[in-house]
């Protein structure tokens, strides 16, 4: 059974910073890509930033910049880096893994597959 657990939400102030963290259990694959999308009130789910097993990354031009994503293979460990957040950044965080053989076109976990964790709680003030 694959379990995703996402943890460092919270609420910061404009131009602050937190980490995510997203560590992953029961995934078979050796190679697969895992990836941070948000979800803010009356929007859709989108990417945030992805990255291959190789370190192939993605970043959503909004963020660019701002967010650094890294994982660490031997911990099944997933990280998101942020700083200079901003309120525009205020979104329920979500973290995804896939095999690589469903990758969509930007190193990503499918929008509509793969598994994902039950989010974390972002939260920027002016």
């Known amino acids: 059974q694959v379990q995703l657990v996402e943890s460092g939400g919270g609420s910061v102030q404009s131009g602050g910073s937190l980490e995510l963290s997203c560590t992953a259990s029961?995934?078979?694959?050796?190679?697969?890509?895992m990836g941070w999308f948000r979800q803010a009130p009356g929007k859709e789910r989108d990417r945030v930033s992805c990255i291959t097993t190789g370190g192939s990354t993605y970043y959503t031009d909004a963020v660019q910049g701002r967010f650094t994503i890294s994982r660490d293979n031997a911990k099944n460990t997933l990280y998101l880096q942020m700083n200079s957040l901003k309120p525009e950044d205020t979104a329920m965080y979500y973290c995804a893994a896939a095999s690589r053989y469903y990758r969509d076109a930007y190193y990503c976990p499918p929008l509509s597959g793969g598994y994902w964790g039950q989010g974390t709680q972002v939260t920027v003030s002016s």
């Open positions: 029961g995934l078979t694959e050796d190679d697969y890509v």
